[in-house]
């Protein structure tokens, strides 16, 4: 997506700004939650292979291993899903297919942020978004640790952004898209534990992210496509290459970022009814925005398009 080199280094400052912010405030705070270490293992162990990957990159089974050995470390803090829960209806999951869809969520929240990393401001700014509606459920509900922990992440990732807004100057790289990845997962299953929300709000709250590279995966694995390699088939790599850029495209999706962490927010306390009619209308505006985007995209969509008009 570049046609010239920038440093992507910016993911080590992320990672610092967290340790060092976060223990001060975790060490003022005290009474931390079990489970918490565990999380900051996996998020650090993270980090590590994607600092190690920026300067010598791994085969993908390593990375995967890695991937995976974090995902085990959320488990053993006692962050497993053990419900599934939607406007109305919950059902509680059996113990072992608890720890596989926690552990899987885990490595594919990993690994999207790391596909949804190819854009100028692009991962910074869900983090900011994201991470922010995390401190605000924290402070409605009086959870003073999630709260804070998820402004520190949203303001390192602020302080990231003052570099990586387009034209950017540096990238964060394999070390920030991973860990971001991470905490955005950990966070997710932390919230839900502790019965801040719902799980379908996290994954409202980050489905700019999720539901593009999700989609993406599964119809490039359909087309029998190495859904290992480098790529630009996702719906905002196709809007730069048509000419949109990386600033039009980046606050396009800001604002559709801002709209599904309002959503989510009011979700919460607003009638079954309501949350359900949230849910079905974000479904349809995600396969309009899928259709419109194929469409401007595929030259053959677009004639028989203007064919039709005409």
């Known amino acids: 997506m570049h046609s010239r080199p920038v440093p992507r280094s ?23 939650p079990d489970g918490l270490p565990w999380l900051v293992s996996a998020w650090l162990l993270t980090a590590a292979v994607g600092f190690v990957d ?76 994201g991470f922010g509606t995390f401190a605000l459920i924290g402070v409605f509900a009086g959870h003073s640790l999630f709260a804070t922990l ?7 990732a602020l302080g990231f952004l003052c570099f ?8 964060m790289g394999d070390a920030g898209a991973y860990s971001l990845g991470l905490l955005a997962a950990g966070f997710a299953l932390w919230g839900v534990r502790d019965g801040l929300f719902p799980f379908w709000i996290p994954v409202l709250i980050f489905s700019p992210f ?23 088939s996702h719906c905002y790599q196709r809007l730069v290459q048509h000419g949109f850029g990386h600033r039009k495209t980046v606050l396009w999706q800001y604002a559709l970022m801002l709209a599904c962490a309002v959503s989510a927010l009011m979700a919460l306390h607003l009638s079954q009814f309501i949350q359900w009619l949230i849910i079905v209308c974000w479904a ?12 401007r995209h595929d030259p053959k969509a677009s004639a028989t398009s203007s064919l039709h008009q005409g």
């Open 210 to 232: 999720i539901v593009d590279a999700t989609i993406t995966l599964i119809w490039r694995t359909l087309r029998g496509e190495p859904v290992w390699k480098a790529h630009r």
């Open 54 to 129: 920026d300067h010598q990159s791994r085969s993908v089974m390593v990375r995967l291993l890695v991937h995976g050995a974090a995902g085990v470390l959320v488990l053993l803090g006692g962050f497993a899903l053990e419900q599934l829960e939607v406007p109305g209806w919950a059902a509680n999951l059996p113990r072992v297919l608890a720890i596989l869809v926690t552990w899987l969520f885990v490595v594919w929240m990993i690994n999207l942020y790391n596909f949804m990393d190819g854009m100028d401001g692009f991962a910074g700014g869900m983090s900011c978004i």
């Open 164 to 171: 990586n807004f387009p034209p950017a100057r540096i990238f």
């Open 284 to 295: 349809a505006v995600y396969v309009m925005l899928f259709v419109w985007v194929a469409q």
């Open 10 to 32: 910016g993911g080590v400052a992320i990672v610092v700004s967290i340790s060092v912010v976060g223990t001060l405030l975790c060490a003022r705070l005290g009474d931390l």
């Open 150 to 156: 998820s402004l520190v992440i949203a303001l390192a």
